[in-house]
């Protein structure tokens, strides 16, 4: 148990901090996931426009620290080639 106040209350700040990472985490998986989806439908305006939401949930990610910024590249570069494989289709 922390005994500092400084200490007490980098723990107060970090239960935030988590609460905050998960519910990004959660909105990028779920961005992603209706990318995925609209995809698998082959509906070509869903996908692009939830692609441009899904990418800047993303970089936004990565520019708060919950990923890497290659991580988020690659994401994002994956997402583009299926989005653009349908367009093709």
């Known amino acids: 148990m922390a005994h500092h106040a400084s200490a007490k209350k980098a723990l107060r700040q970090t239960v ?8 990004r985490n959660s909105d990028i998986k779920t961005f992603v996931k209706k990318v995925l989806a609209a995809i698998a439908a082959k509906d070509l305006n869903l996908a692009q426009d939830t692609f441009k939401l899904a990418q800047a949930k993303i970089m936004k990610g990565a520019q708060k620290n919950l990923m890497k910024p290659n991580t988020a590249s690659r994401k994002v570069s994956r997402l583009a080639q299926k989005v653009k494989a349908l367009e093709a289709a």
Not at 16 to 23: G, P, Q, S
Request: hydrophobic share 10%; proline share 0%.
């Open 16 to 23: 935030k901090h988590n609460e905050r990472n998960k519910a």
